[in-house]
């Protein structure tokens, strides 16, 4: 299965963006699924974790309130929607599939997307 992560840009800070990840196959409709971020110089950090229904969701507490997770089955499609966008909110974002059907454990993703950048800056 592969990932195709879109939606990033430029904004300013307190701005929105909707960031899309859509995998190519239907095999992980059973599959919990996250997005990530790293920026420069620092490790790679679960943002969002959303369980194989949708019905459970988990958020890095950097972000809590400001950003949603959903997913659309029919369309294999995850999407970030984050507001009240901050500086230190610039990074790659990345989303990936993992093995289990909720996870915020980064060792059980095994499929990764390729990245989306976001930068936040006035």
């Known amino acids: 299965v592969q990932l195709q992560a879109s939606g990033g840009g430029l904004v300013q800070p307190g701005g929105s963006l909707r960031l899309s990840c859509a995998a190519s196959?239907?095999?992980?409709?059973?599959?919990?699924m996250g997005w990530f971020r790293q920026a420069p110089g620092k490790e790679r950090e679960i943002v969002a974790a959303i369980s194989w229904n949708g019905g459970l969701t988990n958020y890095a507490d950097s972000v809590k309130g400001r950003f949603t997770v959903s997913r659309d089955r029919s369309k294999n499609t995850i999407y970030l929607q984050m507001n009240s966008l901050k500086p230190e909110d610039t990074a790659v974002y990345y989303c990936?599939?993992?093995?289990?059907?909720?996870?915020?454990?980064?060792?059980?993703?095994?499929?990764w997307g390729q990245g989306t950048l976001v930068t936040v800056s006035s």
């Open positions: 196959a239907r095999t992980v409709s059973n599959n919990g």
């Open positions: 990936a599939v993992s093995r289990m059907a909720m996870s915020t454990s980064r060792s059980s993703y095994a499929t």
